[in-house]
């Protein structure tokens, strides 16, 4: 099993920064991507960003140029570094990790999600 936990949440006002940053622990060999999700009230969970075992990072189009997502394997912690935050950002934030078996099974794990609260 895998166990992740999102640290790194706060209240921001608009224009400002913060940086997120999730703990993998358990049997994470073999995690192929890894990625941050949010859901803000009243809306479906939706993507933020990904990054591949291999470092292919991917972004929703509304946090391009504004977002960062990296990894540190020696530490087994996956970040995303958020600037220039908007209030539509506010949302509960989500760590995910993904072993894929084959080219269409996988184990997904989730964390408990870290509260991201941007005024304006």
């Known amino acids: 099993q895998v166990q992740l936990v999102e640290s790194g949440g706060d209240l921001v006002q608009a224009g400002g920064s913060l940086r997120l940053s999730c703990a993998a622990s358990g049997s994470i060999f073999s995690i192929n991507s890894m990625g941050w999700y949010r859901q803000a009230p009243g809306k479906q969970r939706e993507m933020v960003a990904t990054i591949t075992s291999g470092g292919t990072t991917t972004y929703a189009d509304s946090v391009k140029g504004r977002f960062t997502i990296s990894r540190d394997n020696a530490k087994n912690t996956m970040y995303l570094q958020m600037n220039s935050l908007k209030p539509e950002d506010t949302a509960v934030y989500y760590c995910?990790?993904?072993?894929?078996?084959?080219?269409?099974?996988?184990?997904?794990?989730w964390g408990q999600g870290t509260q991201v609260t941007v005024s304006s």
């Open positions: 995910n990790a993904r072993r894929t078996y084959t080219a269409i099974t996988y184990t997904s794990y």
